[in-house]
Nanobody, 116 residues
Framework: QVQLVESGGGLVQPGGSLKLSCAASGFSFSNYATSWYRQIPGKERELVASISNFAGSEVYAHSVKGRFTISRDSAKNTVLLQMNSLKVEDTGVYYC?????????WGQGTQVTVSS
C-alpha cells in the first residue's frame, strides 16, 4: 500500500522555523521525484519545492527561495522541508508528493500556521 505521511506542522511565530518530514512506503522511492506543495483555503495548490530522484536537483518557488530547503534521504525513504524565516503568508496545508513516469502519489497534508 502506497503511503506518504507528513509530520512536523504546527503553529509558529513569524520569523520562526519548522521542519516538515514525509515518510514514504509502498513504492520504489528512489524512482520518484519528490515535492512539497501547499494550499491556502480558496486558492489552488502551489508548488513550494521539489527535488529530483537521481541528480538531486532542487527547484523552489520564488516566494520561498533562500528560506526553505528541501532534501531527501533515499535510504530512509524520507523527504524533508526545512522552513526558516517563516512569514504569515506561508500559512497553509503542506502536502508531500512523489512523481513517477506515469503516476503521482500524495500525502494527507500537514497544517502550518504562522501567526503572532
Amino acid at each position: 500500500q502506497v503511503q506518504l505521511v507528513e509530520s512536523g506542522g504546527g503553529l509558529v511565530q513569524p520569523g520562526g522555523s519548522l521542519k516538515l518530514s514525509c515518510a514514504a512506503s509502498g513504492f520504489s522511492f528512489s524512482n520518484y521525484a519528490t515535492s512539497w506543495y501547499r494550499q491556502i483555503p480558496g486558492k489552488e495548490r502551489e508548488l513550494v519545492a521539489s527535488i529530483s530522484n537521481f541528480a538531486g536537483s532542487e527547484v523552489y518557488a520564488h516566494s520561498v527561495k533562500g528560506r526553505f530547503t528541501i532534501s531527501r534521504d533515499s535510504a530512509k525513504n524520507t523527504v524533508l522541508l526545512q522552513m526558516n524565516s517563516l512569514k504569515v503568508e506561508d500559512t497553509g496545508v503542506y502536502y508531500c508528493s512523489a512523481s513517477g513516469i506515469s503516476e503521482t502519489f500524495w500525502g494527507q497534508g500537514t497544517q502550518v500556521t504562522v501567526s503572532s
